[in-house]
């Protein structure tokens, strides 16, 4: 499916997430130019959340406030989008502290591969469907 110009940059930034994710996963091959040693890897994802990954769910945050009581079922997925944001908040902060990075990483990127395939397959899919071509535009107004 096409994506609405309004949701089309949060979908576009889910790319650079799905690769930090395989990159995160145990066992992962070696990526040319990213880091290869668990701890540079740790490293660069809590950077990449720092710089972009954050701004990213605060935009997403946003835009589930403007689309509230568009339908039921976007209302219900909202409340698991935010719990999810939450929870890899809290893994991308624990790589900081944690005894077993590997563990937590590879954790942290199946987490973020289901929820970023989660908002790709049913929650932009919902939007487009259920709300309006006006609150559309305002989440275009939002991301720009």
Do not use: G, W
Not at 16 to 33: D, G, H, M, T, W
Not at 50 to 59: N, V
Not at 70 to 91: G, N, Y
């Amino acid at each position: 499916m096409q994506r609405h110009e309004a949701i089309a940059p949060l979908s576009r930034d889910h790319h650079a997430s799905l690769i930090l994710a395989q990159l995160l996963k145990r066992n992962a091959p070696v990526y040319r130019e990213l880091p290869e040693s668990a701890k540079d890897k740790a490293v660069y994802a809590r950077q990449q959340f720092e710089e972009h990954i954050k701004k990213h769910f605060q935009q997403e945050e946003t835009m589930l406030e403007k689309v509230k009581d568009c339908h039921v079922e976007v209302d219900m997925l909202a409340k698991e989008i935010r719990a999810e944001h939450k929870e890899l908040v809290d893994l991308f902060q624990a790589l900081q502290s944690s005894t077993d990075v590997v563990d937590t990483m590879d954790t942290l990127a199946n987490k973020l591969e289901q929820h970023i395939r989660k908002e790709e397959r049913i929650l932009f899919p919902l939007l487009q469907q259920h709300c309006s071509e006006e609150t559309l535009q305002e989440i275009h107004e939002l991301l720009h």
